[in-house]
């Protein structure tokens, strides 16, 4: 709780001192448009899994209050503000989040230095189904320099921090500290074809193990040609560089990450395709730390109304190569079909997918099986059929009233009953803003 008073304190002040309605921003002439939420809700997870020879069920749910403001520069300003300040008041859990922003418009208009910072803490109340978890506080730092006042293309300078604290570090919560910059060639914020190119560098440092520090090399690209009712595409690339300091606990390893969005525009729909494809290659192999390529993707149809319905249907397609001979390579497929509106009364989403997951289990021998304890390990996956289900909307009840749902579900049925899974999360807010 002692984290909680800080935030208490500022968002008690500078919501009646800036007024719900607007008001002098502190530190600026500039008058600024204040909104203020109140939401309650409930919150629940299951989880079930197998433990030896019986099924698990886990439960962990919370009834949360949540009282949050938000404070912004309106309109043009030379110098425009943004402060978010937010505390969550739960049976279980207590959580803290601030988010503050500030840019430099020297036209009223173009960003050329832009300034975010947040912070975020969590505390477990003893004694509740949490309690084995340590209270955490993050906070991240990101300053950006543009060296296009005018809105075109132009250079950029981005340098950020983070820091992660737990008040009881483990050996999965780890304390960490990390310091970067980057350097990038961009489109114009108009460009109707936006584009990046660059690159960063980054240390991350772990105090309570430093063995596994580590510096971070990346290129990264991204092309972005959007249209509500038009084709599209949106092309994505890093390639990443991660330096251990003692390879002998963690191999140093190269991350190539792209991504592929396009939509063909029909005359009574889109042909859409989303490709997401990842490759780990590691200096030295090992059990825990292994070369592989992660290729996933969705072929569809999309149609409706972009200002009303929309529905979507396609074939999802996933597959993970780990080695000729890994029990961990598989090939994944199902169907996928969803729904969506973004109306003023009614907005969300709701995506369903089915289908069947088939892991390749080597034969008896084809492993090197002194790396692997114990024997069970060449045989430790089994193929299953799942379902995913996705839910979230936002129903606006009336003009300060709604309510927001979100929901998730994802049950595994095994070849080998004993490996059947099940994930489920539901959360129900109701929300008054003002």
Do not use: K
């Not at 080695?323 to 969803?338: C, H, N």
């Not at 009364?345 to 997951?357: A, F, I, K, N, P």
């Amino acid at each position: 709780m002692r984290q909680l008073i800080p935030i208490a304190l500022l968002l008690g002040w500078l919501v009646p001192a800036a007024g719900l309605a607007g008001g002098p921003f502190p530190g600026g002439r500039e008058r600024s448009a204040w909104s203020l939420s109140l939401a309650t809700g409930y919150d629940t997870y299951v989880q079930t899994y197998p433990l030896a020879t019986q099924d698990t069920t886990e439960t962990i749910s919370e009834l949360t209050l949540v009282l949050g403001a938000a404070g912004r520069t309106p309109g043009r300003a030379r110098h425009c503000w943004l402060l978010n300040p937010e505390v969550s008041l739960g049976s279980q859990l207590t959580r803290e989040r601030l988010d503050l922003g500030y840019q430099w418009r020297p036209d009223s208009l173009h960003a050329v230095l832009r300034l975010d910072a947040g912070w975020q803490g969590r505390q477990y109340r003893p004694g509740t189904d949490y309690s084995f978890s340590s209270d955490t506080g993050e906070g991240r730092a990101t300053a950006r320099w543009y060296l296009a006042p005018a809105g075109r293309s132009g250079g950029e300078t981005r340098l950020w921090a983070r820091r992660l604290r737990y008040e009881r570090p483990s050996t999965l919560e780890v304390n960490y500290d990390e310091l970067g910059g980057g350097l990038f060639w961009r489109s114009g914020p108009l460009a109707p074809h936006r584009w990046l190119l660059g690159s960063r560098l980054a240390r991350r440092t772990y105090p309570d193990s430093m063995a596994i520090d580590r510096t971070v090399i990346a290129c990264e690209g991204e092309y972005d040609s959007f249209a509500l009712e038009g084709s599209s595409v949106r092309l994505f690339h890093r390639s990443e560089r991660r330096l251990i300091r003692q390879e002998e606990i963690r191999p140093s390893a190269w991350d190539h990450l792209s991504e592929l969005e396009a939509a063909l525009a029909l005359d009574r729909g889109w042909l859409t395709l989303d490709l997401q494809s990842e490759v780990w290659d590691y200096d030295v192999e090992s059990l825990a730390y292994f070369d592989s390529w992660r290729l996933g993707g969705v072929l569809g149809y999309r149609g409706g109304d972009p200002l009303a319905w929309t529905w979507r249907l396609g074939l999802a397609v996933e597959a993970l190569l780990a080695g000729p001979d890994s029990p961990e390579t598989y090939l994944q497929a199902g169907l996928r079909g969803g729904l969506e509106t973004y109306g003023s009364q009614l907005s969300g989403s709701l995506t369903v997918e089915y289908g069947h997951r088939d892991y390749r289990q080597p034969a008896v021998g084809a492993v090197d099986t002194a790396s692997l304890v114990p024997d069970e390990d060449i045989y430790g996956y089994s193929d299953f059929q799942y379902w995913e289900l996705w839910l979230m909307a936002t129903w606006l009840v009336s003009g300060r009233f709604s309510c927001d749902v979100m929901a998730n579900y994802q049950p595994e049925s095994h070849t080998e009953r004993t490996d059947d899974t099940a994930v489920a999360f539901a959360s129900l807010r109701f929300v008054w803003r003002r």
